[in-house]
C-alpha cells in the first residue's frame, strides 16, 4: 500500500462533567504520498479533533481515543508514547492552525521559533539552523528575511504571521502537513496569498496535506480528494470532481448549495436549517437525519453502511439502498463561480 | 524609551511633592503645636523652640523652609530623642528594615513562582487545590498573626530560634518567614493563575506540534511568558511587605524604621512620624517607577510600541 | 443491499414525519445569568461552608455580649489573667480553667466561668473579644458601603461620560494610587484624633479608588456594545441606560470587587489598632486586643488566641467567599 497515512474506525470521547462527548465516532481515511486530502464539515463536525487526534495533541483528559487505528508508515501512532509522538511531530507530521495572532509565541523571537524544531529534529547547530530560518523565511514570501528572522511576532501582519506559521511546520520537511482552517482568520486577499503560497510549497516539497476547513472554495483550490464529516462520522468521501459534480449524500448537497455562486438565479443564500447534533447524546441513527428534507424512517434508526459508488468514492446514506425511493440532487448545487 | 522614562520620572517627583506637601499640611492641622507633649517647658524655652524652627512665620514661609530643608535632608528633631535628628535614626535604621523586606520578598517571590509553577501544570489535581488552600490561608492572615504563631511556636515554646532582636542569621529566620508567608501565598496564587492561562494558549499547541519535549514547552515556552506579569504585582507586594514590616519587626523587637514607627506613633513623635512616612512614599514610589520601565524592558511587545511612539 | 439486517423492511423506507423546528430548538434549558451564577456558587463547598462561617460569626458578635454579665471595662483587680473555664466543657484542656496545671479559678476564689478568660486588668475577654469583633464587621459594613456609594458612582460617571469629566477625575485618583494607602491613613489618623471615627473617614477616602477603576473600565467597555448603541438609539435617556444596561452588566464584577475589598479593610483596621493607631482603650478591636495579648504571649497565650482565631476566620471566610462569587460569574475564571 503506499497509503502514506492511514485512519482505521477512529473514535474519540471528550469526558466533560459528566457528559461524554462522543467528538469522532468510527471514521477511517487515508492520505497519499503528496496529495492533499480535505476534510470539510461545519463547526463540531470533528475534523479539527481528527487532525489533533493524528498529532497525538488530543488533551488527555479530558480527551481520549477509545478505539481506532491510526498508521503512519504503517506503525500506529495511537499506542506512541508522548516521547515517541515527539519524534513524529514537527518532523515527519506537523501542523498549521487557524489563527495565526495567537499561535505564535508573543515573546519569542520568529527565527528562534523556526529554529526549535530544527535543533530537536535535524541535530542542527544554532548557526545553521539560523541560516536555515532565513531561507524557510524566504521561501514562505518573507521580504528581508534576515533582518525579520530578529523580530518579534507583533512586529508581523496577520498574513506575514501565517505565513510564519507555515515556515515553522515545513522547517523539517515533514512527510504530512496538517492544516487547519489555515486562512480562516486572514482577510480574503491575505487568504488567496496563503492557498497560492501552500500549493506551490507542495509544488516544492511534495508534502502531502490535510486541510481542514468549512470553505468549499478553499477545497476547489487546493484539494485532490474531500472527505465530508458531519455529526462526528465521515459521511462521504470522493475525489474532488466526485464530491463537487456527482455528490450523493444530502449534507453535501446542503454544503454545495449554501456555497455562495456568482451567477446564481436567486440572489438568496441557501442554509441547510438546523443546527448539528448534540455529540454527548448522539442519534443512533443517521446524525444528519434531524436536517435532512429526505429523511426516511430507517435514517432515524439506524446508521447506513458505506456504499461504494466507485474506487474512490463511498457515501454513507440510505437513500443508495436499492429499497430507497429515487432522489435528485437539487439543482442549486452547481459548483460556485460557473 | 528615553521620553517614557522621563515622563514617568516627572511623575514619579509629582507623586513624591504631593506626599510631602500633605505631610506638611498635616502637620499643621495637628491639634496644638507639636511641642504639646512637651508640657514641661516653660513658656520661653517654648518661645525658643518655635523660633528655632521657625513655627512663629506664616505659613507660606514655614512651607518653603520645610521644603528647602528636605531637599537638604533636614526631616526635622525627634521630639522622644531630645530633638537628635530624625534623618540620623532613619539612616541608621533603614538598612535593618530593607534587609528583613528584601529577604523576606525574595524568599517569598521564588518560593511562591515555584509553587504557583507546580499548581498550574497539575492544575485541578492534589498539589495545585493543596497549594491554593494555602494561598487562601496565607493571604487571608495578617502577618502579625503569623509572627505570634512563629514567635510562641518556635522561640517560646520549641526554642529553635531566637525570640526577639536582629543579631546573627538565626534571629532573620522568624521575622523573616512571618513575611515571606503572606508574599508566597499572592505570587503562587497570581503566577498560577497565569500559568493557567499560558498553558491553554495557541502557541503552546504550536510548540508541541513542533515536536518540543515537555518539559522544553513549560520552561521555554509557558514560564517565560507567565513570568512577565509578575512584575506588576511587584508594587502591591512591596506596599504589603511594608504595612507587615511595621508590626513584625515590632513583635521580634528589631532595630528598623518599623518598630521605630510604631514607637513614635505611641510617644506622638511627630516628626518622626512624618520622617518615616516620607521614606516609606518614596520607597513605594520608586518601586512604582522601577516596575513600570522594567515592564518595558521585559516585554517585547510594549518595549517596541514604546520605542516607535517615543 | 450490503444489509443483510432483519430489522429493516420496506416500508422503513417511507419518508419519515420529521419536525424540522426540533433541531432548531436549544437542547438545554436556558438560565438566567444569575440564577447560573447562584447554582454555581452553591456548588462550591468552600464558598458555602465560608458563607455559614460568617453569618455564625455575625450572629454570635451580635449576641454573644449579651451573655456576659460584664460590661467591656469592667476590670476587677481580684479576676485578673483567668484563664478560659466553661464548667460543662471544662474536661478539654482548653477550657478547664487551668494553667500549668493550677485551677487558677479555685486558686481566686472565683466561682463565675470566663469563658475566654480575662485580660491583666480582669476585664472579660469574652465581651471584649465579640466586641472587637463588631467593630471589624462594622468596618466591613462602611468598606461595602464606601466601595458602592463611592467607588461605583465615581467610577460610572467617570467611564460612562468620559472625555473632560473623565481625564479630571482619573488624574485624582492616579494622585491618590500614588500614594500607598497606608500613608494617607496614617496621615489622615494623625490629623483626626486615633479611633473608630478616624478609621472609618480614612475607609472611606481610600477604600473606592479600586472599585472606582473597576466600575469605570466595565463602563467604558459596555456603553460601546451594540445593546446598548441599540437602546440610545431608540432613544433611551441617559439614566435609563446606566440603570436598566450598564449596572446590571457590571454587578457580578461590582459584587464581587466588594467581597475582596471589605477583608482588606478589616485587615487594615485590625493592622491600625495593632499598631495603636486605631482604637483606643478602653474600647476593644481585635487588632488591639493582640497586641494587648501579644505582651502576655509567653506566659497567657490564651489572651491572643481568640480574637487571632476570629479576625483569622474572618479574613478568610471572606475571601474564600469572594473567590467563590468570582468563580460564579466567571467560570471563565476558574479553571
Redesign the interface.
Known amino acids: 500500500m503506499d497509503n502514506l497515512l492511514e485512519i482505521k474506525d477512529l473514535n474519540v470521547r471528550f469526558n466533560l462533567f459528566g457528559a461524554k462527548v462522543q467528538a469522532v465516532r468510527g471514521v477511517s481515511l487515508h492520505l497519499k504520498k503528496g496529495e492533499t486530502l480535505a476534510i470539510v464539515g461545519e463547526s463540531g463536525s470533528g475534523k479539527s479533533v481528527t487532525s489533533k487526534a493524528i498529532m497525538g495533541l488530543i488533551p488527555n483528559p479530558p480527551g481520549e481515543i477509545t478505539s481506532g487505528e491510526i498508521l503512519f508508515e504503517g506503525h500506529d501512532l495511537v499506542h506512541y508514547s508522548n516521547k515517541q509522538m515527539q519524534k513524529i511531530r514537527g518532523k515527519e507530521i506537523s501542523m498549521i492552525f487557524q489563527d495565526p495572532m495567537t499561535a505564535l509565541n508573543p515573546t519569542m523571537k520568529v527565527g528562534k521559533q523556526i529554529m526549535e524544531g530544527l535543533i530537536k529534529h535535524q541535530k542542527m547547530s544554532r548557526q545553521d539552523a539560523k541560516k536555515r530560518a532565513i531561507e524557510l523565511l524566504r521561501l514562505v514570501g518573507i521580504p528581508k528575511p534576515e533582518v525579520r528572522v530578529n523580530e518579534y511576532p507583533h512586529q508581523f501582519s496577520g498574513g506575514m504571521r501565517q505565513r510564519v506559521v507555515i515556515a515553522i511546520a515545513l522547517a523539517c520537511n515533514p512527510k504530512i502537513l496538517i492544516a487547519d482552517e489555515p486562512t480562516t482568520a486572514l482577510d480574503v486577499t491575505i487568504q488567496a496569498q496563503i492557498l497560492d503560497l501552500m500549493r506551490e510549497l507542495q509544488k516544492k516539497t511534495g508534502t502531502a496535506i490535510i486541510l481542514i476547513t468549512h470553505d468549499l472554495g478553499v477545497v476547489a483550490n487546493l484539494a485532490q480528494r474531500v472527505g465530508v464529516m458531519y455529526g462526528g462520522k465521515l459521511v462521504e468521501t470522493g475525489t474532488l470532481e466526485e464530491i463537487f459534480y456527482r455528490p450523493k449524500h444530502p449534507y453535501t448537497w446542503g454544503l454545495l448549495s449554501s456555497m455562495p455562486k456568482l451567477h446564481a438565479k436567486t440572489d438568496k443564500l441557501l442554509a441547510i436549517p438546523g443546527s448539528p447534533p448534540d455529540l454527548s447524546d448522539p442519534p443512533k441513527g443517521c446524525p444528519f437525519a434531524p436536517r435532512c428534507p429526505y429523511a426516511m424512517k430507517v435514517c432515524t434508526e439506524q446508521m447506513p453502511e458505506y456504499t461504494y459508488l466507485s474506487d474512490t468514492q463511498r457515501t454513507a446514506c440510505w437513500l443508495l439502498d436499492k429499497r430507497a425511493p429515487k432522489v435528485e440532487p437539487p439543482e442549486t448545487i452547481g459548483v460556485g463561480g460557473e | 524609551m528615553v521620553r517614557y522614562i522621563l515622563k514617568r520620572v516627572g511623575y514619579m517627583l509629582v507623586t513624591f511633592y504631593v506626599v510631602i506637601t500633605l505631610t506638611f499640611l498635616s502637620m499643621k492641622l495637628l491639634p496644638g503645636t507639636p511641642f504639646k507633649t512637651a508640657n514641661r517647658l516653660t513658656p520661653q524655652q517654648l518661645n525658643q523652640l518655635r523660633h528655632y524652627y521657625g513655627l512663629d512665620q506664616p505659613i507660606p514661609v514655614q512651607y518653603v523652609h520645610y521644603l528647602w530643608n528636605f531637599i537638604h535632608g533636614d526631616l526635622g528633631g525627634s521630639f522622644q530623642y531630645g530633638m537628635q535628628p530624625v534623618t540620623q535614626f532613619l539612616l541608621q535604621r533603614f538598612p535593618v528594615s530593607l534587609e528583613l523586606g528584601v529577604e523576606a520578598m525574595i524568599a517569598g517571590t521564588i518560593l511562591g513562582i515555584l509553587l504557583g509553577i507546580v499548581a498550574g501544570i497539575y492544575r485541578a489535581r492534589f498539589l495545585d487545590w493543596g497549594t491554593m488552600t494555602f494561598s487562601v490561608i496565607g493571604i487571608s492572615i495578617p502577618s502579625f498573626i503569623f509572627a505570634g504563631i512563629l514567635q510562641y511556636a518556635f522561640a517560646v515554646n520549641v526554642q529553635l530560634f531566637p525570640v526577639a532582636g536582629w543579631s546573627g542569621p538565626m534571629s532573620h529566620v522568624l521575622p523573616a518567614t512571618s513575611l515571606a508567608i503572606g508574599v508566597l501565598a499572592l505570587v503562587a496564587r497570581f503566577m498560577r493563575t497565569e500559568m493557567v492561562e499560558v498553558l491553554n494558549q495557541d502557541y503552546i499547541v504550536t510548540a508541541q506540534a513542533k515536536g518540543l519535549t515537555t518539559s522544553a514547552v513549560v520552561f521555554r515556552h509557558a514560564i517565560r511568558n507567565a513570568l512577565i506579569p509578575i512584575i506588576t504585582v511587584i508594587g502591591p507586594l512591596t506596599a504589603a511587605v511594608v504595612t507587615g514590616s511595621l508590626v513584625v519587626e515590632n513583635i521580634f523587637a528589631i532595630p528598623g524604621i518599623g518598630s521605630q514607627f510604631v514607637d513614635s506613633i505611641v510617644t506622638n513623635d511627630y516628626p518622626m512620624i512624618m520622617g518615616t512616612t516620607e521614606v516609606y512614599a518614596g520607597m513605594f514610589i520608586i518601586t512604582i517607577f522601577i516596575v513600570d520601565i522594567l515592564y518595558g524592558v521585559i516585554d517585547p511587545r510594549i518595549r517596541v510600541s514604546g520605542g516607535q511612539t517615543s | ?3 443483510p ?1 432483519t ?2 423492511t ?7 414525519d ?1 419536525d ?1 423546528s ?3 430548538k436549544i ?1 438545554r434549558r436556558s438560565v438566567s445569568v444569575w440564577k447560573d451564577a447562584l447554582r454555581r456558587f452553591v456548588q462550591n463547598k468552600g464558598a458555602l461552608i465560608s458563607m455559614i462561617l460568617l453569618t455564625i460569626i455575625i450572629v454570635a458578635a451580635l449576641v454573644s455580649p449579651h451573655f456576659s454579665k460584664y460590661g467591656i471595662d469592667d476590670q476587677d483587680l481580684n479576676r485578673v489573667n483567668l484563664p478560659p473555664k466553661i464548667t460543662a466543657l471544662s474536661w478539654i484542656p482548653l477550657f478547664s480553667g487551668k494553667e500549668g496545671g493550677v485551677d487558677v479559678y479555685k486558686q481566686n476564689g472565683i466561682k463565675q466561668d470566663f469563658w475566654f478568660g480575662t485580660d491583666s486588668l480582669g476585664r472579660d475577654l469574652w465581651t471584649r473579644t465579640w466586641s472587637g469583633t463588631q467593630i471589624s464587621l462594622f468596618i466591613a459594613l462602611i468598606a461595602a458601603l464606601v466601595d458602592l456609594f463611592i467607588g461605583v458612582v465615581y467610577g460610572g460617571i467617570s467611564g460612562y461620560f468620559g472625555t473632560t469629566v473623565d481625564n479630571i477625575l482619573q488624574r485624582i485618583v492616579e ?1 491618590i494610587m ?6 494617607w491613613i ?3 489618623i ?2 483626626m ?1 486615633p479611633g473608630l471615627f478616624a478609621i472609618t473617614v480614612a475607609i472611606l477616602a481610600t477604600n473606592w479608588v479600586t472599585m472606582s477603576r473597576i466600575v469605570r473600565g466595565e463602563m467604558m467597555k459596555l456603553k460601546n456594545q451594540e445593546f446598548v448603541l441599540a437602546s440610545r438609539t431608540l432613544g433611551a435617556s441617559n439614566g435609563r441606560i446606566i440603570f436598566r444596561h450598564l449596572i446590571p452588566n457590571s454587578l457580578g464584577m461590582i459584587i464581587v470587587n466588594t467581597m475582596f475589598s471589605v ?1 482588606n479593610a478589616i ?1 487594615f483596621e ?2 491600625l489598632s ?4 486605631g482604637i483606643r482603650q478602653p474600647q476593644a478591636s481585635l487588632g488591639s486586643l ?1 497586641n494587648t495579648g ?1 505582651q502576655q ?2 506566659i497567657h ?1 490564651y489572651q ?1 488566641l481568640y480574637p ?1 482565631l476570629i ?2 476566620l474572618l ?2 471566610c ?3 467567599m469572594g ?1 467563590g462569587l468570582r468563580d460564579a460569574f466567571d467560570p471563565k ?1 476558574r ?1
Open positions: 443491499m450490503m444489509m439486517n430489522e429493516i420496506k416500508d422503513m423506507f417511507a419518508p419519515a420529521i424540522h426540533v433541531s432548531e437542547g494622585v500614588g500614594i500607598p494607602n497606608l500613608v496614617i496621615l489622615l494623625l490629623v484624633k477583608p485587615f485590625a493592622f495593632f499598631i495603636g493607631l493582640i501579644y504571649l509567653q497565650p491572643t487571632g479576625i483569622s479574613l478568610i471572606f475571601n474564600i473567590d475564571l479553571r
